[in-house]
């Protein structure tokens, strides 16, 4: 691959918080969080047949009354375009001071994106490093899902909805299997009636994906809260309630102030992946080719069952859509489970959730997490209400382990009877979080660096 790309400048890129850079490795650069302006009577009437076509599935809730998806009060509440438009939620930005004081997010500068290379950290920090540990540098931190079972082929997409889900969703209904759907928030807007098709019709596993597709390790503390809170909010009120434990970062963008973040205040694991297909990239200029894209997935689905597999793909385009589809043939044929991602090694779903498909404990997006473990009603009460083996738990997703407690002392956010009786705001959680190694006390020291990332 040629050291440098091109840039993707869509015209929705002005409404991004960050433009797409060049990485020389497992470079990811796409802009595609999808910016349609709503006409002003865009959804079908309750009595159009097509109506009949996303009727609401019978999927359990959690018993409020969301709005319905796809009408106008449902996408009323969300940023518009970037997640500084609006003001945070209160208790999101509570449960981050909570975390900050605990020590638990590490305070280090974010990165700056400098065209042409991997984001670069100010001060001479080392991404690889101890402190900022960058998944973009290919630095594992153990807290974070980048490899499945051996013999799992564990199937994920991202950046859906776009107009070619609907190949991929049907596609995979008729083949009897669902997978994991990193979604980006804005573009849930952008097409409902696909996002219904995948959460209600399929019963896919619904993820976080951000809210515009931005390098996350460029953003402050509050953008990365903004892009994590908004879609993990709009998921939640899309889907029954249901509060998403998974997300993966655009580009593969993260490190450990930024996995604090996500682990600390929204409860949510980190997924990475250990194959990377290029498929956003045909079409581009200097991008791959969809033989080559077809000859990577055929290489590795014909090779080693170890480690399992974590292919990165997309709903990107008709050629990510349909390489998958060719090559799944070959995935039963060459002996691997093909199991959604999120599902794999039998954990929960969703933190309040098992499954699309099951009972859904009452909880709220950013107060469970941070709150003090007093897990073991909560984990208890969500044990219960879903009715299932909750508390299985894989080594590759700790958050799944609903007793309460990991071995870091991060308090696995279950779902949360505290949540309900609002405690969480200003708790300070326990202290021996691994994130105390780098904690100094103050947030925020956010520069002028990230304002020029942003303007990009
Ligand atoms: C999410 O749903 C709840 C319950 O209906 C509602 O109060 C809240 O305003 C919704 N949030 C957004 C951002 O629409
Ligand atoms: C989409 O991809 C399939 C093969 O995967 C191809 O047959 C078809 O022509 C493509 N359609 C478009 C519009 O490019
Ligand atoms: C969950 O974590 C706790 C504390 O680390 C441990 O004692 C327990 O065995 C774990 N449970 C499962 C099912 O992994
Ligand atoms: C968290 O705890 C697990 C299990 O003890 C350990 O393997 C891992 O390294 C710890 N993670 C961090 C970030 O300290």
Redesign the pocket.
């Known amino acids: 691959m040629p050291a440098v790309r091109s840039f993707l400048l869509l015209a929705a890129t002005a409404l991004l918080s960050s433009a797409a850079s060049a990485h020389p490795h497992d470079s990811h650069d796409h802009d595609h969080a999808v910016t349609r302006a709503l006409p002003s009577r865009w959804y079908h009437p309750e009595d159009h047949p097509a109506t009949g076509l996303f009727r609401r599935a019978d999927v359990p809730n959690d018993g409020v009354t969301y709005a319905a998806v796809g009408s106008p009060e449902w996408s009323a509440g969300y940023p518009p375009d970037k997640v500084d438009s609006q003001p945070l939620p209160e208790a999101w930005t509570d449960a981050l001071a909570a975390a900050i004081k605990a020590g638990k997010i590490p305070d280090f500068p974010p990165s700056q994106n400098v065209p042409g290379s991997n984001p670069v950290y100010p001060n001479g920090l080392d991404p690889n490093g101890d402190v900022v540990c960058s998944a973009t540098e290919k630095c594992r931190?153990?807290?974070d899902i980048w490899d499945a079972p051996d013999g799992v082929f564990a199937s994920s997409f991202d950046d859906g909805p776009t107009e070619f889900s609907p190949a991929l969703y049907d596609f995979l209904q008729t083949n009897n299997v669902i997978t994991t759907h990193f979604m980006i928030g804005k573009n849930i807007l952008s097409w409902p009636a696909s996002f219904l098709q995948a959460f209600e019709d399929l019963k896919s596993d619904i993820a976080v994906h951000t809210w515009t597709h931005p390098y996350m390790t460029t953003l402050t503390n509050e953008e990365v809260l903004g892009e994590l809170g908004w879609t993990m909010q709009l998921i939640h009120n899309s889907t029954g309630g249901r509060i998403p434990k998974y997300w993966r970062p655009p580009y593969g963008d993260s490190d450990n102030r930024v996995r604090a973040i996500a682990k600390e205040v929204f409860g949510l694991t980190t997924v990475i992946w250990n194959q990377d297909t290029e498929d956003w990239s045909v079409g581009t200029p200097g991008g791959a080719t969809r033989p080559a894209v077809d000859a990577n997935l055929q290489k590795w689905i014909t090779g080693p069952k170890s480690p399992g597999l974590v292919i990165l793909e997309h709903e990107l385009s008709n050629d990510t859509v349909g390489a998958f589809m060719q090559a799944f043939p070959l995935i039963q044929q060459n002996g691997w489970k093909f199991e959604s991602l999120a599902t794999m090694d039998g954990g929960d779903v969703y933190q309040n959730a098992a499954s699309s498909t099951e009972d859904v404990t009452p909880g709220l997006i950013g107060v469970a997490a941070s709150a003090p473990a007093s897990s073991g009603s909560s984990a208890s009460q969500s044990g219960s209400a879903t009715g299932s083996s909750a508390s299985t738990s894989s080594t590759s997703a700790?958050a799944g382990n609903n007793s309460g407690k990991?071995?870091?002392g991060t308090s696995s956010a279950s779902g949360s009877s505290t949540a309900a009786n609002g405690q969480a705001t200003g708790a300070a959680a326990d202290t021996n979080g691994?994130a105390s190694l780098f904690a100094s006390g103050l947030v925020v020291g956010v520069s002028a660096l990230v304002a020029a990332a942003i303007l990009l």
């Open positions: 931190n153990p807290g700790p990991s071995a870091n691994a």
